[in-house]
């Protein structure tokens, strides 16, 4: 067995320092940014994230309003294919059976 030497010592404190200090705080893997960890970090976490350009949750947020957008214009056309459709087809009978197709395709597939 080796003896350590002085400068060996030095280097193991430091590493040890090093090693309290992380269990301090916790980084961001997307930038960088330190938060320590205390009884606030959660939140701190949280805002840091939707902060975070380089955080991909801003990818999954830009999609989202994305399909979300294309949903409510989908909504629309089919809101005026039905005014038409019931404009056609009256509010009797004959508008409950396109109804009723509408409901057996939708259960067909």
Not at 57 to 71: F, G, P, S, V
């Given at each position: 067995?080796?003896a350590?030497?002085?400068?060996?010592?030095k280097?193991?404190?430091?590493a040890?320092?090093?090693?309290?200090?992380?269990?301090?705080?916790?980084?961001?893997?997307?930038?960088?940014h330190e938060?320590?960890?205390?009884d606030e970090?959660?939140?701190?976490i949280?805002?840091h994230?939707?902060?975070?350009?380089?955080?991909?949750?801003?990818?999954?947020?830009?999609d989202?309003?994305?399909?979300?957008?294309?949903c409510?214009?989908a909504?629309k056309?089919i809101?005026?294919?039905?005014l038409?459709?019931?404009?056609?087809?009256g509010?009797?009978?004959?508008?409950?059976k396109?109804?009723?197709s509408l409901?057996?395709?939708?259960?067909?597939?």
């Amino acid at each position: 067995m080796t003896a350590i030497t002085h400068d060996e010592m030095k280097e193991l404190a430091e590493a040890r320092r090093e090693v309290e200090l992380m269990k301090e705080h916790t980084w961001c893997a997307y930038c960088g940014h330190e938060i320590h960890i205390d009884d606030e970090a959660a939140t701190k976490i949280s805002e840091h994230i939707m902060a975070c350009e380089r955080h991909p949750i801003h990818i999954a947020l830009a999609d989202n309003a994305a399909l979300r957008k294309r949903c409510e214009e989908a909504e629309k056309v089919i809101k005026a294919h039905v005014l038409q459709c019931r404009g056609w087809l009256g509010d009797g009978a004959e508008w409950e059976k396109y109804v009723d197709s509408l409901y057996a395709l939708k259960e067909a597939k």
